[in-house]
């Protein structure tokens, strides 16, 4: 019985050092560095408008030399001064994005195999989750003190108000649908740089603060942030003294959701090389 016992438990750590082995050598971890760049009401739906920069974290699993599934992490942010010189808003923004996504290469990839492919182009799409959180300057007109004022408190638009019950605030958490196409080459067998770009579907409208209309200043005074909520919704008058957009006018196009970007280029290692070292050692019996 006791010989059993301990070839059962031999077999067991052949099998687990086995599983190991095979997750190690299958898996990388990897950093990212790049861009960041934000596509809605104020940059005129330009693709390559204000970049700023950013970077991330990346843990892949290769299924086979086609598959691979990854978790990422991007932190960056977002920032764009308005193209309409006469209604003149602005924002900046932090984003911190986590996804999990599905990859195939066109060529078999890989190392070790004569038949495997050193490098290759790629496409990916997956699910993310991403936090932002929009914010404007202002700069006081008398003592010229300036400060940063997060938006989505202040209700802008009328949101959160009597007035405008179709208009909740909107959430600074929400879900993005990231896809892109990217190329990578085999540096080692242990090492690997990624060029990617990709983009990033979101459900909300409210990346810059700037969506539907102007409510005027008498509600947001009353209902909505008070007069720092009234001052940042409408700034049309710091260019054109004394202008005020009436209640109605469009402040932005709500029939387009925003979106984001990001470019990279990314260093990955093998874990196996990374971590190979900590497996157990085995003695011969």
């Given at each position: 019985?006791?010989?059993?016992?301990?070839?059962?438990?031999?077999?067991?750590?052949?099998?687990?050092?086995?599983?190991?082995?095979?997750?190690?050598?299958?898996?990388?971890?990897?950093?990212?560095?790049?861009?960041?760049?934000?596509?809605?009401?104020?940059?005129?739906?330009?693709?390559?408008?204000?970049?700023?920069?950013?970077?991330?974290?990346?843990?892949?699993y290769?299924?086979?030399?086609?598959?691979?599934?990854?978790?990422?992490?991007?932190?960056?942010?977002?920032?764009?001064?308005?193209?309409?010189?006469?209604?003149?808003?602005?924002?900046?923004?932090?984003?911190?994005?986590a996804?999990?996504?599905?990859?195939?290469?066109?060529?078999?990839?890989?190392?070790?195999?004569?038949?495997?492919?050193?490098?290759?182009p790629?496409?990916?799409?997956?699910?993310?989750?991403?936090?932002?959180?929009?914010?404007?300057?202002?700069?006081?007109?008398?003592?010229?003190?300036?400060?940063?004022?997060?938006?989505?408190?202040l209700?802008?638009?009328?949101?959160?108000?009597?007035?405008?019950?179709?208009?909740?605030?909107?959430?600074?958490?929400?879900?993005?649908?990231?896809?892109?196409?990217?190329?990578?080459?085999?540096?080692?067998?242990?090492?690997?740089?990624?060029?990617e770009?990709?983009?990033?579907?979101?459900?909300?409208?409210?990346?810059?603060?700037?969506?539907?209309?102007?409510?005027?200043?008498?509600?947001?005074?009353?209902?909505?942030?008070?007069?720092?909520?009234?001052t940042?919704?409408?700034?049309?008058?710091?260019?054109?003294?004394?202008?005020?957009?009436?209640?109605?006018?469009?402040?932005?196009?709500?029939?387009?959701?925003?979106?984001?970007?990001?470019?990279?280029?990314?260093v990955?290692?093998?874990?196996?090389?990374?971590?190979?070292?900590?497996?157990?050692?085995?003695?011969?019996?």
């Amino acid at each position: 019985m006791k010989k059993f016992t301990l070839l059962l438990i031999l077999l067991l750590l052949a099998s687990f050092s086995s599983s190991a082995q095979n997750f190690l050598s299958r898996s990388e971890l990897g950093l990212s560095f790049g861009g960041m760049n934000y596509i809605g009401d104020l940059n005129n739906q330009s693709m390559f408008g204000h970049v700023n920069m950013a970077g991330g974290l990346a843990a892949r699993y290769k299924l086979d030399p086609r598959w691979a599934v990854a978790l990422t992490g991007t932190y960056g942010h977002i920032e764009s001064a308005d193209y309409l010189v006469r209604r003149n808003l602005s924002f900046r923004s932090m984003l911190a994005e986590a996804s999990a996504r599905v990859e195939f290469n066109f060529f078999p990839y890989g190392a070790h195999k004569a038949t495997l492919k050193s490098s290759t182009p790629y496409i990916f799409v997956g699910i993310g989750f991403f936090k932002f959180n929009p914010q404007a300057l202002y700069t006081d007109p008398t003592g010229g003190s300036t400060q940063w004022y997060d938006l989505q408190p202040l209700g802008t638009e009328g949101q959160g108000t009597a007035a405008y019950p179709e208009r909740p605030k909107y959430q600074l958490v929400e879900v993005s649908v990231p896809f892109g196409v990217g190329y990578r080459w085999r540096v080692t067998d242990n090492m690997h740089v990624t060029v990617e770009y990709g983009w990033r579907k979101t459900w909300t409208d409210y990346l810059d603060d700037v969506s539907t209309t102007y409510v005027g200043a008498d509600l947001l005074n009353s209902q909505g942030g008070g007069s720092m909520s009234a001052t940042l919704a409408d700034r049309t008058g710091e260019v054109v003294s004394g202008y005020v957009n009436g209640v109605g006018i469009k402040r932005g196009d709500d029939s387009l959701a925003d979106w984001y970007s990001f470019f990279s280029v990314s260093v990955t290692f093998s874990t196996e090389m990374l971590f190979g070292w900590m497996r157990g050692k085995t003695c011969e019996l």
